[in-house]
T-cell receptor, first 111, second 111 residues
Framework: EDQVTQSPEALRLQEGESSSLNCSYT??????LFWYRQDPGKGPEFLFT???AGEEKEKERLKATLTKKESFLHITAPKPEDSATYLC????????????FGAGTRLFVKA | KAGVTQTPRYLIKTRGQQVTLSCSPISGHRSVSWYQQTPGQGLQFLFE???????NKGNFPGRFSGRQFSNSRSEMNVSTLELGDSALYLCASKEMNTEAFFGQGTRLTVV
């Protein structure tokens, strides 16, 4: 069964303190891995799609990487406005292309 | 392009009642998925519709149902509401096998 595990559950950083969020996955056949950002009471906002091991994507202070078993979301010199929940999701390549989400990592960045 | 639109944004219902939520996808997107989000369980997949057909279904009781119309708009219905159904219900639309884009959600409170 497809499974997505994110760690840590919560992460508290000082402004400027770089760190990484982890997403481990088990899927029969990976079609794509997605990262989203979610602010309280709002719908998730799409960040990145990664398709194959070794792929990297960057956007401002965020960089996502992918291996055969996990993905990392690196946050460089974070700012308080980066505080949010970051969700990882995988889509399998079997019939139906179901998307499964992890529980998320709550990031708090203090000024 | 207009984003995914969910209505209503907030809803309060009494136990035993039923409720219908609506989702208008991004123009051109034929796939619509529904998720339930609660603090304890994270994003739980309900079902996905593609071209008016249910393509995938999560592990929810039969009280949860949905449908999709020819214009790709989708509705989700929950019958015989229980207190535990209180949650943020999110709708996401996508093209064939790409990343999904979410609406702002409907906050359902069952009292």
């Amino acid at each position: 069964e497809d499974q997505v595990t994110q760690s840590p559950e919560a992460l508290r950083l000082q402004e400027g303190e770089s760190s990484s969020l982890n997403c481990s996955y088990t899927v029969s056949g990976l079609r794509g891995l997605f990262w989203y950002r979610q602010d309280p009471g709002k719908g998730p906002e799409f960040l990145f799609t990664l398709y194959s091991a070794g792929e990297e994507k960057e956007k401002e202070r965020l960089k996502a990487t992918l291996t055969k078993k996990e993905s990392f979301l690196h946050i460089t010199a974070p700012k308080p406005e980066d505080s949010a929940t970051y969700l990882c999701a995988v889509q399998d390549n079997t019939g139906g292309f179901k998307t499964i989400f992890g529980a998320g990592t709550r990031l708090f960045v203090k000024a | 392009k207009a984003g995914v639109t969910q209505t209503p944004r907030y809803l309060i219902k009494t136990r035993g009642q039923q409720v219908t939520l609506s989702c208008s996808p991004i123009s051109g997107h034929r796939s619509v998925s529904w998720y339930q989000q609660t603090p304890g369980q994270g994003l739980q997949f309900l079902f996905e519709y593609f071209s008016e057909t249910q393509r995938n279904k999560g592990n929810f009781p039969g009280r949860f149902s949905g449908r999709q119309f020819s214009n790709s708009r989708s509705e989700m219905n929950v019958s015989t509401l229980e207190l535990g159904d209180s949650a943020l219900y999110l709708c996401a639309s996508k093209e064939m096998n790409t990343e999904a884009f979410f609406g702002q959600g409907t906050r359902l409170t069952v009292v």
